[in-house]
């Protein structure tokens, strides 16, 4: 069984830092494609970073690039999102999501940005950034 379980989450002031974690398991951590959203209220869930060990990139999101850095421990099987320079605007739950069965597809594609094409997704932590 497939698993995604997100931590790190909390409530931080604005300038500060977070790191998130995905921890994965239930499949072969060696060719996917990861990918952190966001969900703030009210609002449709929205990508902020992927990465792809299938394609061996890293993808941002404008309204993250330069503050957000996304990495993996393969050997914990497990995805960080480091955030820094955190701002009220980034207040949301966040999720991370896989794609197992056509990795490289993915991210060869600006489809790595649509919360429907992953095969998995974990439940969520909150980050709330305060001003």
């Known amino acids: 069984e497939v698993q995604l379980v997100e931590s790190g989450g909390g409530l931080v002031q604005a300038g500060g830092s977070l790191r998130l974690s995905c921890a994965a398991s239930g499949f072969p951590f060696d060719d996917y494609t990861i990918a952190w959203f966001r969900q703030a209220p009210g609002k449709d869930h929205e990508a902020v970073s992927g990465i792809s060990s299938s394609v061996g990139r890293t993808y941002y999101t404008d309204s993250v690039k330069g503050r957000f850095t996304i990495s993996s421990d393969n050997a914990k099987n497990t995805v960080y999102l480091q955030m820094n320079s955190l701002k009220p605007e980034d207040t949301a739950v966040y999720y991370c999501?896989?794609?197992?069965?056509?990795?490289?597809?993915?991210?060869?594609?600006?489809?790595?940005?649509?919360?429907?094409?992953?095969?998995?997704w974990g439940q969520g932590t909150q980050v709330t950034v305060s001003s």
């Open positions: 999501a896989a794609e197992t069965q056509f990795p490289a597809t993915l991210a060869q594609t600006k489809r790595w940005l649509l919360w429907n094409e992953y095969d998995y």
